[in-house]
């Protein structure tokens, strides 16, 4: 068999794919009946070949049948190629627009190389090993829960706890108590360390958390310095992975150090970034307190939409919406994010359930209003429903999806005792949803009930 790029355009999904109870002869039909058992699935599937490409290693089928290039295995693939390349595909709104927003946002593969079969048949062992199973050893043999282990760490060994200890170590190059509990871990608790890195509520207590080139710092090292030590401390002699392995564990251990954590009242203004070493932007002296009165250096500054909003929804005003709904947001208008970071969560929630609802009601949008996450996919596909604004994609990602600023936080801010919300999280919602306040005032306006 031998090996092809084709366009994405050109390649025709299989009619009579084994996934499918029925024959699916469009494009429109395949796609359907692949998002009828869980569209989500197909969603992520096209999002991750956007950011990441079609895999390499095992290449789509691809058969003529009259004189058509047709795939008989991979269809999954190509389906969702398909679906970016014309989200019109799908019916179902809300995986429609985040399909549109993730092929805006990325520039997803065109064509694909593929493998061309003479026949269904040449190409039947080899789809069969592929999908039943490990076929007395002939087949793929899936890996154990351990050996998926063993591969992650492998392929990322708790690379953002070395990076962790890496940039404590600059910071208090002369604490030698410090760097000594540090050896250790980096020895003997380093599995450990990293389970209670990958925990946000962790990162938010002790005031830092991950970029991909660097740490976001909230504080100045000195304030971190007590929290750092307790740490390491602890690490280098009693606390073991398996008293951090449940979230409730993580919370219980930082409840316990709470008296060595940063003060809120000691959040910087602006969260600092410090690049890691090596990167273009890293400097080689490590900060101090001196120098946090001094002018901030050039070099990799925070990202632009986080250096606006220094107060809730600060370039917001609706002028077509009730007396009290707009009270509200303009009591949420006077608070300073960083002088107050929980009230300013709760109110960011607040204003934005607010805003949503009374729209909802007065335009009678009666479909899917139970959860917050559905009021606010409503408004989004009333006030633009050709999804033609880009400046309301990412309030469609944040709230369509469960990342890490999802409507799932916003709950969190206001239900649950033990999240921390940080300074540039909220400064970021804040952005975030307001060109979706604006553009519903706007369709408010436009359209009075």
């Known amino acids: 068999m031998e090996q092809r790029d084709f366009a994405v355009a050109d390649l025709r999904l299989d009619g009579t794919n084994p996934r499918h109870a029925v024959p699916t002869p469009t494009t429109r039909e395949a796609i359907a009946a692949l998002l009828v ?11 991750d070949i956007a950011q990441k490409g079609v895999n390499p290693t095992e290449l789509p089928i691809v058969v003529f049948e009259d004189d058509q290039p047709v795939i008989i295995e991979g269809n999954r693939r190509i389906a969702a190629l398909k679906a970016l390349a014309d989200p019109t595909l799908v019916d179902e709104s809300r995986i429609r627009q985040m399909l549109a927003i993730t092929a805006r946002r990325f520039a997803y593969p065109q064509s694909v190389l593929c493998v061309v079969a003479k026949s269904r048949d040449e190409a039947r062992h080899w789809i069969t090993l592929r999908h039943t199973g490990e076929n007395e050893g002939v087949g793929i043999q899936p890996w154990t829960t351990e050996q998926k282990h063993r591969f992650a760490e492998k392929k990322s060994p708790t690379e953002k706890a070395l990076r962790f200890m890496q940039q404590v170590s600059e910071w208090y190059s002369t604490d030698e108590h410090l760097l000594q509990n540090i050896e250790i871990v980096r020895s003997t608790r380093l599995t450990t360390l990293a389970r209670l890195l990958s925990d946000p509520k962790v990162r938010n207590s002790l005031g830092f958390d991950f970029r991909d080139e660097g740490i976001l710092a909230e504080y100045e090292p000195s304030a971190m310095h007590s929290s750092v030590r307790r740490l390491f401390a602890d690490l280098a002699t009693h606390l073991s992975v398996s008293q951090v392995k449940s979230k409730d564990q993580r919370g219980e251990y930082i409840g316990a150090i709470k008296d060595d954590l940063p003060h809120n009242s000691q959040r910087l203004t602006q969260p600092r970034f410090v690049p890691k070493q090596g990167s273009a932007s890293s400097s080689t002296a490590p900060p101090t307190q001196s120098q946090s009165s001094a002018p901030a250096r050039p070099a990799a500054p925070a990202p632009a939409k986080i250096q606006k909003d220094k107060r809730v929804f600060q370039n917001v005003v609706m002028r077509n919406i009730s007396p009290r709904t707009a009270k509200v947001l303009n009591e949420a208008k006077k ?4 002088d107050s970071p929980n009230v300013a969560a709760i ?23 139970d959860k917050l996450r559905d009021r606010i996919g409503v408004a989004l596909r009333h006030i633009d429903p050709e999804n033609e604004d880009r400046k309301l994609d990412e309030a469609r990602r944040m709230s369509q999806n469960d990342g890490a600023l999802s409507v ?17 999280d909220i400064t970021t919602l804040s952005m975030v949803y307001t060109p979706m306040l604006l553009k519903l005032d706007e369709y408010l306006g436009e359209n009075p009930k």
């Open 37 to 47: 058992k869980d569209p989500e699935k197909l969603l992520r599937l096209a999002q």
């Open 335 to 338: 608070v300073v994010i960083a």
């Open 347 to 369: 109110l960011i929630r607040a204003v934005i359930d607010i805003a949503v609802t009374e729209a909802a009601e007065k335009q009678e949008w009666r479909r899917r209003q």
């Open 408 to 424: 799932k936080n916003l709950h969190g801010f206001m239900h649950q005792w033990d999240v921390h919300p940080m300074i540039v």
